[in-house]
């Protein structure tokens, strides 16, 4: 899949996310996945004990590598990923403070919760996910519900 162009990738994708529940429990799911993974990065504590480094600071430092895969891509997708990676980092932030529970444990139940309806979509579809044949897939499903978005809106990619 190396060379491809955000709309052959958002193709290759949505071959297998035709059915319409398959679609609606990705559209719950794929943000919360990727915000529990930006949470549960967030959650990993410096190395340093003088606190050298933020709080957030693998989240903070795996949302840059994000945005310079969407980058080669498409620029408007990576700004658009790079606004709803900062949203995520802010509610990590928010989490952390007022939470009732650890921000790592709110994220762990979250994407179990996510990849069993992932799962589950795709057992209504009737095909396999997608980054099951390329990794890169699971970057591209977040851009893919952003791509509608963008078409809503009238913005290209």
């Not at 949505?14 to 609606?24: I, M, V």
């Not at 606190?51 to 994000?66: E, N, Q, S």
Request: glycine content about 8%; proline content about 6%.
């Amino acid at each position: 899949m190396a060379g491809y162009h955000m709309q052959q990738w958002f193709d290759a994708y949505g071959e297998s996310h035709q059915n319409p529940t398959n679609k609606r429990i990705h559209w719950i799911c794929v943000p919360t996945i990727y915000f529990c993974v930006v949470a549960l990065l967030w959650s990993i504590l410096s190395p340093f004990n003088d606190a050298r480094l933020p709080t957030g600071w693998a989240a903070m430092g795996a949302v840059i590598l994000v945005a310079l895969f969407y980058l080669r891509l498409s620029i408007p997708i990576m700004f658009g990923m790079a606004l709803f990676s900062s949203l995520c980092l802010m509610l990590c932030a928010f989490l952390e403070q007022w939470a009732p529970w650890p921000l790592w444990s709110i994220a762990t139940v979250l994407f179990i919760a996510a990849w069993i309806g992932q799962f589950y979509g795709h057992h209504v579809e009737g095909r396999k996910p997608s980054f099951l044949d390329d990794l890169q897939f699971l970057m591209i499903g977040p851009a893919w519900l952003l791509g509608f978005i963008y078409r809503r809106l009238g913005i290209g990619y």
